[in-house]
Structure formats: structure tokens, C-alpha cells
């Protein structure tokens, strides 16, 4: 392909919103343009990247056996009835009417689809397993669509959905994906982790999330510094913690006290004045729940020395999302902000308990009532108490797996993969004989690849200063021959021999053969747009030679023009 004859509007202006390198990148070399908050358009070089990753996907997703299909990407709300789910998606599920007045839904994900499109179409047993995937627009009405193509409102997702007999064979095909998934995001020139993860609104137990390493990635991922474990923050665990009550191993019988703490209301103020350390104490971190219909006020007791983890504090109470709660909601509830603790609550009050702290005995925690604390606390009394994992792993503590330390990195999360089970084909009645002649609801799996996301993911974890660096796999152009001087006849005619040299032995290749612009803009739209190899055709031409530039090092080799190419094929097969 000629530069003179693709479309390739770059530009030195970066979009005021654009904070991540991959944003800037993409708009500013010409892949993508914005037409509304969380919409773009691909350009040419954006459509084949785009493209070269579906591909891998595909080819992938082909290889393991799934079969691809297309589902509308406008569905009946009737369908999402059916789930249940028209009422749990909330505000990113973006609805409208026809004409008609009937109500449809731009897909945001399709379990329900693929279960329409199985259901009464497979019947037995012998037909299963089977998994249909596409990759095909989503739209999600995401309340703050930011960072370019990584958290758009209209995106591109591969979503694949398998249907089982039995949970054994759910099992092998979950292995099959993650597998599967790994072979995708090596291929494509990615350093990724697999780690644990939640498996949130879809629904569902057994859920691995498939992340890019990437410092501007949005999500915190708890990795161990000894083995392989990895959970995103959201699911993580750590071996428990013990602190011993001070009377512990005494033979001291020491009772619950009441002490006036008058004014303290904090962790830092209470353990403070009571000498204790933070851990040793109860923080109550009070949240409004919000359901379907109604909300409700929820207290959480954790140590006095973690962070709640909203996502886990929100599964624990089966909440759509928890909101923070005002002074006077607090008191219409009957609680008194600063002195809240598990005993003597008010009737009908909701509360949970970190699970870390079960039985715990000798921790100091709010009286419920002003001015006061409790010493000398034992948990071990509350017999109806609801415990659940409830806490932020932090950095520093210790893996449960193998007692090593835990630490933070960042990542973007590029695919998730569920083990979903019944939970759509029981609710849209979707079910087949088994051997006994018995229905039963189909066993499911899903799996998810951001193919979108994944063309910015690429450009986070591969840039530099200057632009982007595509890796080999998803690069739009392997080679950019850049003539230096189009209007010189000589080097014009030397660049396209190069050219076809290239093109005959299929290395993809774009020669920069513009005669309107000069040497060093050709270069820094090179540079922009992250080629990874540039061959140079300019002065040392006079001498039968041109120079090789390598995007990722921006080191120049000069070479002999008719060695140029056999060079550059040995370079990229290198690999
Ligand atoms: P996130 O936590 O980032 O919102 P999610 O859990 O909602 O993701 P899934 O429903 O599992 O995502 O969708 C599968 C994949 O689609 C994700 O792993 C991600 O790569 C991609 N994806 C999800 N939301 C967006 C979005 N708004 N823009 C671009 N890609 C997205
Ligand atoms: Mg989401």
C-alpha cells in the first residue's frame, strides 16, 4: 500500500479528555475518531488492527472448536423479561421503542440470545456440548465512558457461550478457554496475567479474569512475590490475621467493659486514647444498599486497620450497588455515627462481619451508644451474626497459598471467563433429556474478550514518548519504506523496488512515497503511528545503500540496498 493513497489524517493536537498514551496515540496517528462520549469511528490503519486482532481471536476461538454466529445486535426486551435481567441491568443497558411501541435493548452482552437461539433447537443429551461465539458490537451505557477505546459506550467483544450436560464437561471447556485465552494474548505480543477474579452481575461461580500488565490499567490486581497466585483486588485473599487479646493464655477471666471515650469517635482517636493498637479494634463502615425496589442501611464490621472491599461488601448483602449514607440517615436509623459496634444494635438492623475477625475475642468496638466503647469484646457471642470475607487484601500481607508477601500491580482487564451454570437456562426454561430421559436446564459457560479494548491495551503496555510501538502481531504495517525525497526519480524508484521485494516475500509494507511532505515529518508520522521497522531510502542512496530502523530502539543499521529486504525477513522472523 501507497502512504499517498491511505487515509491517514495524523495530527500534533490531542483531544483535551485524553489523559492515557493510548488515547492520544490512536487519535493523534489517525486509527480512531471520536463522534460522541464513549462512540468512535475506525480510520483505515485502526480497521486493520482491529481486524488483525479479531482474527487472532477468531482463528483461536475456531481452533478450540467453537462455532461462530452473529446475534442481533438489537434484542426484544421481551428476551431480558424472560432472565430476570431487565430489571438488575440498571442504567448501562440502553433501551428504546419502535414504532410500534415495543421495547428493544442495543445488546450489552447475549446470554440471553444464545439461550433463544438453543433452546427447543437442541433437545438431547448426545447434541451437547456445543459453544457459540461472535464478535460483534456491544453497547454499554457506562457511566463514565473514558480513555479512549478502553472503556467505551459502544465497543467490540468477542462473547462466546458453551452449553454442558454436566458440570465435569463445563469444567473441561472452562480449562479449554483459559488455554485457549493464553495462546490469544501471547500471540499477540502481550505480558499478561491470569488471576482470580469476581464474577459480579453475570452471575455465576468459578470466574478467571485475563489482564494486560499496565501501569494505567484501571483495575488493582494482588499478585504473590513466591508463587502464581493473582486475584484482582476484588477477590483476593490472605492468610488470616491473629492478634492475641492480652489476656489470651492467662488465666485471667476478664469481662466486656463499658468505658466513656468521650468525643472519640475514629479508629485513630479510640485506639489512641485506649492505648490499643488499630487491629485490635472494630471500624463499622455504614453503606446504603440498593436493591431492585427498595434499599436498605447496612452496617460492615471490619478491623479497625483494613479498607472494606465494595464489590465483596456489595456481594455479601446481594446488593445492586451500596452508596455512601448521610450523618441524618445514620441517626434516622436509630445508630449513633462514631460509637456504632455489633452488640446491642437496634432491632431490624442489617449488619455484616468480616470473616477475618470470627470469634475473635479482646477487641474494643463502639458501645451504640454517645461517648462510649466497649473493651474486652467477644465476637464469639454474637451466634446469629452473618461473617463473610469482606476486606482489601493490602500490600504486604500474606499469601494463603504459600506465606509469601502480596503486592499490588495494575492491569486492564482484556477477558473474563465464567463458569456460569444454570442461572439462564433454568430461568428462560431452556433444557434438554439427559440419559435417563430426565430435563434438565443446560449447564453454561461464558467468555468474554474485549477486542476493542485490546487495540489500546496493546499501545499501554507498548509505546514511548514519541508514539506507539505495535507489536509484530498487530502492527498495520510491518515495514514503512520511507522515500525521502519522492520528487528525487532515483530514490522514488529504488523505494518501490524495495517495495515489491517486500510484497513478494508477504511482508506487509507501506511505502511513504508523498511528494508533498519532507524527510523529517515522514519520519515523525513513523514514529507516531509505531511501524515496527522503517527502511530508510535517502542520501546514502548514492552509495547503494539505505538504513533499517528498528521502532522499539530507534537504532538505524545501514545496510546494502539489494541486502535490505533478505535483512529485514530474517529480522522479523526472529521473532
Ligand atoms: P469492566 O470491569 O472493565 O467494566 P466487565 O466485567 O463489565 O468489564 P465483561 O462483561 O466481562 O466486562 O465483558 C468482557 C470484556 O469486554 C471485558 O473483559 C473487557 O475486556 C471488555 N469490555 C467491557 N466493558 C467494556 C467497555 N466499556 N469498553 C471496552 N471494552 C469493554
Ligand atoms: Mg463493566
Given amino acids: 500500500m501507497k502512504f499517498s493513497k491511505l487515509f491517514i489524517p495524523t495530527t500534533k493536537e490531542t483531544p483535551n479528555d485524553a489523559t492515557l498514551p493510548s488515547h492520544q496515540y490512536l487519535v493523534r496517528a489517525g486509527f480512531?475518531?471520536?463522534?460522541?462520549?464513549?462512540?468512535?469511528?475506525?480510520?483505515?490503519?485502526?480497521?486493520?488492527?482491529?481486524?488483525?486482532?479479531?482474527?487472532i481471536v477468531k482463528n483461536a476461538m475456531d481452533d478450540a472448536g467453537a462455532?461462530?454466529?452473529?446475534?442481533?445486535?438489537?434484542?426484544?426486551?421481551?428476551?431480558?423479561?424472560?432472565?430476570?435481567?431487565?430489571?438488575?441491568?440498571?442504567?448501562?443497558?440502553?433501551?428504546?421503542?419502535?414504532r410500534k411501541n415495543s421495547?428493544?435493548?442495543?445488546?450489552?452482552?447475549?446470554?440471553?440470545?444464545?439461550?433463544?437461539?438453543?433452546?427447543?433447537r437442541i433437545t438431547s443429551y448426545k447434541e451437547l456440548p456445543v459453544h457459540l461465539y461472535q464478535i460483534n458490537t456491544k453497547f454499554r451505557d457506562e457511566a463514565r465512558p473514558r480513555f479512549g477505546l478502553m472503556r467505551g459506550r459502544e465497543f467490540l467483544m468477542k462473547d462466546g457461550y458453551?452449553?454442558?450436560?454436566?458440570?465435569?464437561?463445563?469444567?473441561?471447556?472452562?480449562?479449554?478457554?483459559?488455554?485457549?485465552?493464553?495462546?490469544?494474548?501471547?500471540?499477540?505480543?502481550?505480558?499478561?496475567?491470569?488471576?482470580?477474579?469476581?464474577?459480579?452481575?453475570?452471575g455465576g461461580s468459578g470466574s478467571k479474569e485475563f489482564h494486560v500488565l499496565a501501569n494505567s490499567g484501571e483495575d488493582t490486581i494482588v499478585v504473590c512475590d513466591s508463587c502464581e497466585y493473582g486475584a484482582n483486588i476484588e477477590?483476593?485473599?490472605?492468610?488470616?490475621?491473629?492478634?492475641?487479646?492480652?489476656?489470651?493464655?492467662?488465666?485471667?477471666?476478664?469481662?466486656?467493659?463499658?468505658?466513656?471515650?468521650?468525643?472519640?469517635?475514629?479508629?485513630?482517636?479510640?485506639?489512641?486514647?485506649?492505648?490499643?493498637?488499630k487491629a485490635q479494634t472494630i471500624k463499622a463502615v455504614i453503606k446504603k444498599a440498593i436493591y431492585e425496589n427498595t434499599n436498605r442501611v447496612v452496617i460492615f464490621f471490619i478491623r479497625g486497620d483494613d479498607e472494606l472491599e465494595t464489590?465483596?461488601?456489595?456481594?455479601?448483602?446481594?446488593?445492586?450497588?451500596?452508596?455512601?449514607?448521610?450523618?441524618?440517615?445514620?441517626?434516622?436509623?436509630?445508630?449513633?455515627?462514631?460509637?456504632?459496634?455489633?452488640?446491642?444494635?437496634?432491632?431490624?438492623?442489617?449488619y455484616v462481619i468480616d470473616q477475618e475477625i470470627k470469634d475473635e475475642q479482646g477487641l474494643v468496638c463502639g458501645a451504640n451508644e454517645e461517648n462510649y466503647h466497649l473493651i474486652n469484646s467477644d465476637l464469639s457471642s454474637l451466634k446469629e451474626a452473618n461473617y463473610f470475607d469482606l476486606v482489601a487484601v493490602q500490600e504486604g500481607d500474606t499469601c494463603a497459598c504459600c506465606g509469601g508477601k502480596l503486592s499490588y500491580t495494575k492491569g486492564i482487564e482484556a477477558g473474563h471467563i465464567f463458569q456460569l451454570g444454570t442461572k439462564y437456562s433454568a430461568a428462560m426454561n431452556a433444557n434438554f433429556l439427559d440419559e435417563n430421559g430426565k430435563a434438565k436446564p443446560f449447564i453454561m459457560g461464558c467468555y468474554g474478550i474485549g477486542v476493542s479494548r485490546l487495540v489500546a491495551a496493546v499501545i499501554e503496555q507498548h509505546h514511548d514518548d514519541k508514539g506507539c510501538i505495535w507489536t509484530k502481531a498487530t502492527a498495520p504495517f510491518m515495514v514503512d519504506i520511507i522515500v525521502s525525497n519522492a520528487k528525487n526519480e532515483e530514490e522514488l524508484t529504488a523505494g518501490e523496488k524495495l517495495y515489491n521485494e517486500l510484497k513478494s516475500?508477504?511482508?506487509?509494507?507501506?511505502?511513504d512515497d508523498r511528494a508533498s511532505a519532507r524527510f523529517g515529518f515522514k519520519m515523525k508520522d513513523f514514529e507516531l503511528i509505531g511501524f515496527p521497522y522503517a527502511i530508510i531510502v535517502g542520501k546514502k542512496l548514492s552509495e547503494n545503500r539505505v538504513e533499517i530502523v528498528d521502532r522499539r530502539t530507534l537504532e538505524k543499521t545501514e545496510i546494502e540496498l539489494s541486502k535490505a529486504a533478505s535483512y529485514l525477513e530474517t529480522l522479523i522472523n526472529k521473532g
Wanted: charge should be negative.
Fill in 235 to 277: 477477590a483476593a485473599v490472605r492468610k488470616k490475621r491473629h492478634f492475641n487479646a492480652w489476656y489470651e493464655n492467662t488465666e485471667l477471666s476478664v469481662k466486656t467493659e463499658k468505658v466513656q471515650t468521650v468525643g472519640f469517635k475514629t479508629i485513630e482517636e479510640v485506639s489512641n486514647f485506649l492505648s490499643v493498637s
Fill in 67 to 98: 462455532n461462530e454466529v452473529q446475534f442481533g445486535f438489537v434484542t426484544p426486551l421481551s428476551l431480558w423479561e424472560e432472565s430476570g435481567r431487565a430489571n438488575t441491568m440498571g442504567h448501562e443497558m440502553l433501551r428504546f421503542k419502535d
Fill in 505 to 511: 516475500k508477504k511482508i506487509e509494507t507501506l511505502l
Fill in 32 to 55: 480512531i475518531a471520536q463522534t460522541g462520549a464513549g462512540i468512535y469511528d475506525f480510520m483505515p490503519l485502526g480497521k486493520i488492527v482491529l481486524d488483525k486482532i479479531r482474527t
Fill in 162 to 202: 458453551s452449553f454442558h450436560a454436566n458440570e465435569e464437561d463445563l469444567v473441561r471447556e472452562f480449562n479449554l478457554m483459559e488455554e485457549t485465552y493464553r495462546k490469544i494474548y501471547t500471540q499477540l505480543g502481550l505480558n499478561f496475567r491470569v488471576v482470580a477474579a469476581d464474577s459480579g452481575a453475570i
Fill in 311 to 350: 464489590t465483596k461488601a456489595c456481594n455479601s448483602v446481594d446488593a445492586l450497588e451500596l452508596i455512601d449514607i448521610s450523618e441524618e440517615e445514620i441517626a434516622q436509623a436509630g445508630l449513633c455515627a462514631g460509637y456504632v459496634g455489633p452488640f446491642n444494635l437496634p432491632k431490624n438492623v442489617t
Fill in 103 to 120: 421495547e428493544f435493548v442495543l445488546s450489552p452482552t447475549n446470554e440471553e440470545s444464545v439461550v433463544n437461539m438453543v433452546k427447543n
